[in-house]
């Protein structure tokens, strides 16, 4: 007969890879969501002792404080060339940025598109907000049309200031890159859709085969002026119609992996 037991069953616990600080992001922001993913992927693989990340400039700029590997800060938008140098230098070392919509699409599109071009052997996150988080909720480079901002408030106008620029797309024409995705972090089932194309991601650079990327559609309460859950729901109304999930170039190596 089975004997009936009260001990209890742990769940889940905090990854290693992620520190024990408070954060510093609003509620409902699914920054936090990414940084747990991160920290469990490189646990999970093994390369949490061996990673760098590149901190970027914008509401993750402190990165380097909740994940718990070396880091260092790259100046607004030139991460992708920090981490360029960082992988020459030291090829042993696992090599990722960490960078927003404003960050990467912005001020650093030249670096992104460049090093996608030259198929640097590194991993990008790349958080897509659809607005600038930082400095004040202004119009960004992804910012939908219609959408307002406090530098667009009676909403984005495509025809002044053109349509959302949609970088996986871009990227994934690059030459040089061989693993280019987008998804979700707004449920969980999109949220286990990403942590399995972050772990392909860093799989990516493990096996030496060139630029890695993977775009997470992520949520700013705070600038969109609504609630949290207000929050998850524009993703799924408004952002994935304009931003819609999928894979954008897969190394065929790579999209056979079960993860």
């Known amino acids: 007969m089975a004997t009936l037991t009260t001990d209890p069953i742990q769940v889940y616990k905090r990854p290693v890879g992620l520190t024990e ?19 469990e992927v490189l646990d999970e693989m093994g390369l949490r002792e061996k990673t760098i990340g590149v901190a970027p400039v914008g509401c993750s700029v402190f990165a380097y404080k909740y994940l718990n590997t070396d880091y260092v800060e790259a100046a607004h938008g030139r991460a992708p060339a920090m981490a360029t140098g960082i ?11 960490y960078q927003g919509d404003g960050d990467l699409a912005s001020i650093g599109m030249a670096e992104i598109m460049h090093a996608a071009g030259r198929g640097e052997n590194i991993t990008v996150i790349f958080i897509n907000n659809a607005i ?19 530098s ?25 890159s061989s693993y280019i995705v987008r998804r979700s972090l707004h449920d969980p089932a999109y949220i286990r859709k990403s942590k399995k194309a972050i772990r392909k991601a860093f799989e990516t650079q493990v096996r030496g085969m060139g630029f890695s990327l993977v775009e997470l559609l992520s949520t700013c309460p ?10 998850l729901q524009f993703v799924e109304d ?6 819609p999930l999928g894979d954008f170039k897969v190394h065929p190596e790579i999209a056979k992996l079960k993860v």
């Open 152 to 176: 667009s408030p009676k909403g984005r106008d495509v025809e002044m200031a053109g349509f959302p620029i949609k970088m996986s797309e871009i990227l994934a024409t690059m030459q040089g």
């Open 238 to 243: 408004s952002m994935i119609p304009v931003f």
């Open 87 to 97: 992988k020459r230098v030291r090829p042993e070392n696992i090599v990722y940025t």
């Open 21 to 39: 600080v408070h954060s510093h992001y609003c509620p409902g922001c699914t920054h936090g969501i990414s940084h747990r993913l991160i920290a």
């Open 132 to 150: 600038y988080g930082m400095t004040g909720g202004q119009m960004a480079p992804t910012t939908l049309p219609g959408m307002k901002t406090t």
């Open 222 to 231: 705070t600038n969109w002026k609504v609630t949290p859950y207000e929050a």
